[in-house]
Each structure stands twice: as structure tokens, then as C-alpha cells.
């Protein structure tokens, strides 16, 4: 990816606080719940090996769905995602996870299952934790076996985790 740049842009204040975004021409690349621009911008840099440009414009579409979205306006987004940042297992299971309805909670098994190797929890575990754009591909409604919260790369870990499938389970 290394020659084409990334975009970022930030939101509007959210119950999860400020959210970053970046997009490619292709879409959207990354989210950070951390309020920290730098560290965004270093993570983005180090993984693409490629210029990040701080540009709201382009950025306004992806952080606006976010916010909806976070306030309970909206219940599904309609954002092009660049799937060529992810490996292509992680593509996979990511895109299963995208298939996981507003409300609803699969396993980490049943997620293999559906990307075709039954015995690959562990690695689809591995992908949901390492999703670059968490919300928007909802690895939040991944849970253990047991139903049990388990794991959440996002800021504030299960509790955000939590709270994102109580907004859901809300009606909009």
C-alpha cells in the first residue's frame, strides 16, 4: 500500500469519546477509540508504511455513520472498506463478522464454521483481535462458547464491549 497515502479524521465528541478514522481510496483502513493523533498516525505509518494526511474532508462520511451510529441514529453503516489492509483469513472471518446482525452475537466457533474450518476458533479469535476497524466491522457481537464476554481489542476492553451490545440491543 506503501504508494497511495491514508486520510484520517476525527469525530464529534461520542459516549466512547472522539473516534479516529482512516480511509484509502478504497475505504476505510483503520478506527482508534484513543484520542491521540499521534499514536494513530504512528501505528497507521508503521503498519502501511505509507503518508497519512490529516483530512476531513474525505474523513466526513466515515466519521459522521460512526457518530450516528454511536448515538443510537443509526443501525447498520454503508461504508466501503478497503479489505486489501487485512491478510486473507482475516479477510474472511472479518467479513463473517460483518454478516452478524445488529442485536444478534455469534461464537467464536460458529464464526470458523462459517469461514470454513469448524476447528479454527483460535484463529478467528486472532482475527477479531486484531480488527483494524472495530464498530463498523462488529467484532463485538463475537462471543465465547459459554456466551460469555471474551476479549475486545477496542478501547476500554469488555466494558466497551458491553456497552456497544446494550446500544444494540436498544431499539432505534
Not at 461520542?14 to 481510496?25: D, H, N, P
Not at 497507521?44 to 457518530?67: C, K, N
Amino acid at each position: 500500500m506503501s504508494d497511495e497515502s491514508i486520510y484520517i479524521g476525527v469525530s464529534s465528541p461520542t459516549s466512547l469519546g472522539r473516534i479516529w478514522v482512516a480511509v484509502s481510496e478504497r475505504g476505510l483502513v483503520a478506527i482508534s477509540m484513543l484520542d491521540d493523533r499521534n499514536a494513530f498516525i504512528d501505528e497507521l505509518e508503521e503498519r502501511h508504511r505509507t503518508t497519512v494526511i490529516l483530512d476531513e474532508r474525505r474523513t466526513e462520511a466515515y466519521t459522521l455513520q460512526v457518530q450516528e451510529y454511536l448515538a443510537g441514529a443509526r443501525e447498520r453503516f454503508d461504508l466501503p472498506i478497503d479489505w486489501s489492509v487485512m491478510t486473507p483469513f482475516q479477510e474472511k472471518a472479518l467479513r463473517a463478522t460483518c454478516g452478524i446482525s445488529r442485536g444478534e452475537t455469534r461464537t467464536y466457533g460458529e464464526l470458523a464454521g462459517l469461514v470454513g474450518n469448524p476447528k479454527a476458533s483460535r484463529a478467528v479469535g486472532r482475527a477479531q483481535a486484531t480488527n483494524p476497524i472495530p464498530i463498523v466491522i462488529p467484532c463485538h457481537r463475537v462471543i465465547s462458547s459459554d456466551g460469555k464476554l471474551h476479549g475486545y481489542s477496542g478501547h476500554g476492553g469488555l466494558k466497551t464491549k458491553a456497552w456497544l451490545l446494550e446500544l444494540e440491543s436498544s431499539k432505534i
